[in-house]
Every structure is written in C-alpha cells, then in structure tokens.
C-alpha cells in the first residue's frame, strides 16, 4: 500500500476513560490498545482521562477500541444523539446513511428509523 493511500485512511479519536487513576493504569491502556490490528499510536492523559489513538480505519473501529478497554477493567463514556434524517425512502437509503454515519470518528453505533425518519447514533464524549 502506499503511503498516499495508508495515510488516507489514518484516523484519529479520542476517546475519554474512566478509572484510571496511576501510571500503571496508563500502561496497560496504552498496550492493550497498541497490540490491536490497525493501531498506530495511542496517547494517554492520565490528568484529563483522554485517549488519543491514531488506527487505520479500514483495520479497526471505534467499537473493538471501546470493548477492549473495557475488558481490562475501564470505562469509555458514551452518549446518545437522536437525529432527524428526512427523505429516506428505502432500505438502501437506510443503510448508506448508517454506513456514513459509522465511518466517522468516535461513533460506536447506530441504527436508522426508516419509519420514523430517525437515527439513534451512541459517540464517544470527546
């Protein structure tokens, strides 16, 4: 792959964890993360309880992230959007949207209402 293209598909999120509160705990984040597929930095600040990680989004997703920090005993905090999404028609419409919609940095899920011309979108609190 060239570096053009690998560099196209780097993507950086951050994403705010609960309970760390020493340096060990920094550590065993900051390897956790860096053993996974598509992980190419990750930065901890134990003082604002941010993690910065830069992955390759075609190798890895905000979601595997947020489920290994907490199977190692931490928390990432969520919340929940509701949007309005007007004029879909079909479920192609529907899927494309969501698609989209979890491409972008720190979504963890989402799920497109047709009826109700909706989408319920989980993010990461950054």
Do not use: F, W
Request: aromatic letters at 2%.
């Amino acid at each position: 792959m060239s570096e053009t293209t690998r560099s196209e598909q780097l993507v950086q999120v951050s994403l705010p964890v609960q309970g760390m509160t020493c340096a060990a705990c920094v550590a065993k984040v900051e390897k956790t993360l860096k053993t996974m597929t598509g992980v190419q930095e990750v930065h901890v600040n134990l003082l604002s309880g941010k993690v910065v990680v830069t992955y390759e989004s075609d190798q890895i997703g905000v979601p595997q992230m947020v489920k290994m920090i907490q199977d190692i005993g931490y928390e990432v905090s969520e919340e929940e959007v509701l949007l309005t999404v007007r004029g879909l028609s079909c479920a192609a419409c529907v899927a494309k949207v969501e698609k989209v919609i979890k491409g972008m940095p720190g979504v963890t899920s989402v799920v497109v209402n047709l009826p109700a011309e909706s989408a319920k979108v989980n993010n990461t609190k950054a």
